[in-house]
């Protein structure tokens, strides 16, 4: 056997392994069903059963009912997200099975085109290695085992703008749509991933400097750019009268740059400073290594700058160990590999004894407790989100058969605020005729925050009409029975 053919079979062993990884993670998905949590948005997109809708009734939908048409009134603003969330849900309907299918392909898609852009600089065996490290960061289960993170568009985007740089002799049409596309996707899914415009204002550069002809391609670059500028503008809009953030935060610049100073407290911030002072001294005192290097260089410049950036954008509070650590979280171990991997090779290290410097420093970064979470996570996403759906089908049929029974939703906790109110989407969806009632027990010890919300729903809570003598009562949590009516039912709702 060739070298050649020899080094074929192990890339391709490295591709198959790429997606065996998140199927072997996240194959259970595909088996549940529908949760309290999240999942209600999109029954509340809907209205109730009765609502059919066309292609047009859904941009009536998405300029009604979500951020999109609020331009410069929400404190968050998504417009991919939520683009994308209806053209699922325009496609698949009400179908948990296939938005789980979905966004398992999407995590297959994900891990081949880490692979892919790992595999231009390293060799087979460090790149999948990478990528099982990548896998075992324990926040992946609440990104793909749920259905709503805006961190599954996210991969998406990133996958097609790590595709746009990986895939060999991709005509620069295809390559500068790859990259549009991941970047339109990436910076309207979620307000931290506006920095990969600077993605474009690089390519853009690149194209002025080698003096592109092709007038298209500057245009191509251009969209994602106007795209940043009109969210930030919406976000201007809001926080130019608001000077909090939502979570509570100040969105003054004066503290938020002060907020750099909780960096010497961070191990990666050190991590990454060494890395860009050592190559900053090569490119001064090397010739010709920032020729030779300039993609790594440029790559590591940038995961640095996003890593800042969101160590501020959560206010210090990061990384989290969730979903909110996608993507910068990851990239450190990449980055510090691909730092050594120009090191050794500026010195002429053996090739095979750099395979496996590169291997061990990769799997050091290895959590194998996180590869169990992840994997855990979707035996656990299935089981919850059967045991709610199997609830919510008995529930809807028992009160569709007795209409004259009452409902009772009683809130132990402040907390039970989201899961009453994605509760009572689904109630409307399936256009139930029973009379429903909110009672408050008596809730000691509340925080400011905890008040607030229970404030809202004590305006719901109508204590002048009083439930039927016949009554069914749902709580959130196991409580202690507390009668409403002379026969009652008590069941917890699960979730």
């Known amino acids: 056997m060739n070298s050649i053919n020899k080094s074929k079979i192990f890339y391709i062993s490295g591709v198959v392994a790429s997606v065996c990884i998140p199927i072997l993670l996240f194959i259970n998905n595909i088996f ?3 949760w309290l949590i999240d999942d209600h948005e999109l029954f509340s997109f809907l209205g109730t059963i009765k609502n059919h809708y066309s292609f047009a009734d859904f941009i009536s939908i998405l300029l009604e009912k ?7 009134e929400t404190s968050r603003f998504r417009p991919s997200y939520f683009i994308l969330r209806l053209v699922e849900l325009y496609l698949y309907g009400l179908n948990p099975t296939v938005f789980y299918v979905a966004r398992l392909l999407v995590s297959i898609l994900f891990s081949v085109a880490l692979y892919q852009f790992l595999y231009r600089f ?3 065996f460090v790149s999948l290695a990478l990528v099982l490290v990548v896998w075992s960061y324990p926040f992946w289960g609440d990104v793909f085992s749920r259905m709503g993170p805006a961190e599954i568009y996210g991969s998406l985007g990133l996958a097609f703008l790590l595709f746009s740089y990986s895939v060999p002799r991709l005509k620069i049409e295809i390559s500068s749509f790859l990259r549009v596309v991941g970047l339109l996707v990436l910076v309207g899914a979620k307000e931290n991933f506006i920095i990969f415009v600077l993605v474009s204002f690089y390519e853009l550069t690149k194209l002025f400097y080698y003096r592109e002809r092709k007038v298209y391609l500057y245009f191509f670059e251009v969209l994602p750019i106007l795209y940043t500028f009109y969210i930030v503008l919406s976000l201007y809009g809001f926080y130019s009268t608001n000077s909090e953030d939502i979570y509570g935060n100040s969105t003054s610049i004066h503290d938020r740059l002060n907020l750099y100073s909780g960096l ?8 990454l400073s060494f890395i860009l002072i050592v ?3 090569f490119v001064v005192t090397t010739k010709g290594f920032l020729r030779s290097c300039r993609k790594i260089i440029i790559f590591i410049s940038f995961c640095s700058a996003h890593y800042l950036f969101n160590f501020v954008f959560y206010h210090a509070k990061w990384p989290t160990g969730m979903r909110y650590d996608f993507p910068a979280v990851f990239l450190v171990p ?10 050794l090779n500026h010195y002429h290290f053996p090739h095979k004894k750099q395979i496996l410097v590169l291997l061990f420093v990769s799997l050091y970064w290895l959590d194998l407790s996180g590869l169990k979470i992840n994997l855990k996570s979707s035996f656990e996403n299935r089981r919850r989100t059967v045991a709610f759906s ?23 906790s402040a907390w039970d605020y989201e899961p009453y109110f994605s509760l009572m989407v689904f109630f409307k969806y399936y256009d139930l005729k029973n009379r429903i009632f909110l009672r408050i027990d008596s809730i000691p ?12 729903l004590s305006k719901l809570e109508n204590l002048n009409v009083r439930p039927k003598n016949n009554c069914l009562v749902f709580s959130f949590a196991d409580l202690k029975s507390r009668s409403f009516c002379k026969s009652q039912e008590d069941r917890i709702v699960p979730w």
Request: aromatic share 14%; glycine share 2%; proline share 1%.
């Open 279 to 281: 190559l900053s001294t």
């Open 122 to 124: 390293l060799s087979v």
């Open 390 to 412: 199997t609830f919510l089908n008995g529930a809807v049929t028992s009160f569709k058969e007795n209409p004259d029974k009452d409902i009772v939703i009683r809130i132990a």
């Open 32 to 34: 549940a069903e529908w």
């Open 334 to 343: 990449i980055m510090v590999v691909l730092f050594l991997n120009v090191i």
């Open 66 to 72: 979500t951020e999109v048409g609020r331009f410069a």
């Open 445 to 456: 010890n509340k925080t400011v925050f905890e008040s607030q919300l229970l404030d809202v």
């Open 264 to 271: 010497f407290r961070e191990q990666n911030f050190f991590v």
